[in-house]
Nanobody, 115 residues
Framework: QVRLVESGGGLVQPGGSLRLSCAAS????????MGWYRQAPGKQRELVAS???????NYVDSVKGRFTISRDNAKNTVYLQMNSLRPEDTAAYYC?????????WGQGTQVTVSS
């Protein structure tokens, strides 16, 4: 069984920063992809950033230059450093692991950007 535990969400003012973390545990293969999705009220869930075990990275255009995804393979942990946050970044952020043909999801952590 695979479990994902997220942390690091919260309330921040526009222009501020937050760092999300997601630790995966269980039967995890060395070749996998981890990432972050987000879903705002009334909108579809969208991919924010992903990183595979070879450190290949993808970002949605709206966060390029502001967000940085990274991972620690030894700890099976993925991070999302979010800088220059905007009100439109407000959403529930979900950690995702694609492992051995199966997608796993974290419980979600709320990020609210507001003055």
């Amino acid at each position: 069984q695979v479990r994902l535990v997220e942390s690091g969400g919260g309330l921040v003012q526009p222009g501020g920063s937050l760092r999300l973390s997601c630790a995966a545990s269980g039967s995890i293969f060395s070749i996998n992809t981890m990432g972050w999705y987000r879903q705002a009220p009334g909108k579809q869930r969208e991919l924010v950033a992903s990183i595979n075990s070879a450190y290949r990275i993808n970002y949605v255009d709206s966060v390029k230059g502001r967000f940085t995804i990274s991972r620690d393979n030894a700890k099976n942990t993925v991070y999302l450093q979010m800088n220059s946050l905007r009100p439109e970044d407000t959403a529930a952020y979900y950690c995702n692991l694609y492992n051995s043909g199966i997608y796993y999801w974290g419980q979600g952590t709320q990020v609210t950007v507001s003055s």
